[in-house]
């Protein structure tokens, strides 16, 4: 199975990255042979991926990654990097691949310390004699500090070394980095193409891949959790229900606390096995007695451990909530959709009844300010307003239309 054969509806991006794969295998084979390099190459040594979320920018990274490590013989008979099946391809795609660094946080944002390590792995040669890849999924957490100083790292490469950084826009990266990055820009796949890898990759029903791909708009990773988690259903059913019961200020505030407890339970899911394994694993490191008693000196790492676990928290809660609010906008733009006479598919088809009774009840410019609250709350959120603060003054918003 090629690389490729999970990045969902993005033929035009694949194509790009196919090209390049081919023209990296060819510099890596004329260097092991002495001979010169070709004289035109796709390859460069910084790629800058966005899309909306969805739109599966780590899922093409991660193959990308793959295919510049591809060992296949099948490669000197003509075929493509990226076969999907040898020790470079494999390793790579479940991340254990000696030379590839795959980034990602849990927290809020990505400091100083830890981009000033990636910067010194990006220097080193790589130890299977094709390329160091660093994929960092998360580039629009770096602080401002440190997207300076991977700055000139991406300035200054080492020779084997190829930065791969995934974002949900252009301008979420500071334009001195994305200047020196070739831009691939993805698109949210379509839903027939999730339905279809649903059923075929999952094992899905045909007619709950569909439903779920619907409901999330394209979005393949909830798609697939829509469809296999019952609490996922549940706690969208939930949000869906908020529109019918914001008809008095009493309505509203539960609402609103309903949602923020929601958000709260998944990320206490989420996090509570994690955070206990790695407190016995550090624990255990620091030689913990067998009584639980620390050692003097360790305060410190326990305490750093514990405001790692707390920060990871309050984002997966916060990405949990945001959910919410995607699934509400999803909402009322079915509605505005049945108010306006589209043809446009709805997404959520399947609660077609409340969308008729507020369809019935309300205008499109009602349903507009309605939109535009939810939004609001969103962008109150990424100002760190506190949650319920944010949430109840959304359902209030709500309620008046």
Same mark, same amino acid.
């Given at each position: ?219 393949? +990773? &909830?798609?697939? #959790?829509?469809? @296999?988690? *019952? !609490?996922?259903?549940? /706690?969208?059913?939930? %949000? =869906? ?114 969308? +008729? &009774?507020?369809? #019935?009840?309300? @205008?499109? *410019? !009602?349903?507009?300010? /309605?939109?535009?609250? %939810? =939004? ?26």
């Amino acid at each position: 199975m090629p690389v490729w054969d999970d990045l969902v509806g993005q033929d035009r991006v694949q194509a790009q990255l196919a090209a390049a794969a081919r023209d990296a295998d060819a510099l890596v084979t004329a260097d092991a042979q002495g001979t010169p390099p070709p004289d035109a190459s796709k390859m460069t040594h910084a790629w800058l991926f966005t899309g909306p979320p969805g739109s599966g920018r780590e899922t093409a990274a991660r193959a990308f990654a793959a295919a510049l490590q591809c060992v296949s013989p099948d490669r000197a008979l003509g075929a493509e990097p990226g076969c999907g099946f040898c020790d470079g391809c494999h390793t790579t795609l479940v991340g254990t691949h000696a030379d590839v660094e795959i980034i990602r946080t849990d927290l809020l944002s990505i400091g100083v310390k830890e981009t000033r390590e990636l910067v010194r792995r990006a220097q080193l040669s790589p130890a299977g004699g094709r390329w160091q890849v660093i994929v960092l999924e998360d580039a629009d957490r770096l602080t401002e500090g440190a997207g300076n100083v991977l700055l000139k790292a991406v300035e200054e490469p080492a020779p084997r070394t190829v930065w791969l950084l995934c974002a949900p826009s252009i301008e979420d990266v500071l334009p001195t980095i994305r200047s020196r990055c070739r831009h691939l820009t993805l698109r949210t796949p379509p839903v027939a193409a999730v339905a279809d890898v649903l059923v075929r990759r999952d094992g899905i029903e045909p007619e709950a891949a569909a439903v779920a791909a619907r409901a999330t708009q394209g979005h393949i +990773d &909830r798609a697939r #959790r829509l469809a @296999t988690d *019952e !609490r996922a259903r549940a /706690r969208r059913a939930t %949000v =869906l229900k908020v529109p019918l019961r914001v008809e008095d200020v009493g309505g509203c505030l539960k609402a609103a606390q309903e949602l923020i407890d929601a958000a709260a339970e998944d990320a206490k899911q989420a996090s509570e096995e994690l955070d206990v394994k790695e407190t016995e694993d550090l624990k255990a490191a620091l030689g913990a007695s067998q009584g639980g008693r620390m050692p003097r000196g360790t305060a410190g790492a326990m305490k750093e451990l514990e405001d790692k676990q707390k920060r990871r928290k309050t984002r997966t809660q916060r990405d949990s909530l945001d959910l919410a609010l995607s699934d509400l906008t999803g909402f009322y733009r079915d509605v505005l959709a049945l108010q306006l006479g589209t043809r446009t598919a709805l997404a959520n088809e399947d609660v077609r009844d409340a969308l +008729d &009774r507020i369809a #019935r009840e309300s @205008t499109p *410019e !009602r349903t507009l300010r /309605r939109i535009e609250a %939810v =939004l609001a709350c969103r962008e109150a959120l990424d100002r760190n307003v506190a949650p319920l603060l944010a949430v109840e003054a959304m359902t209030m918003a709500l309620r008046a239309g």
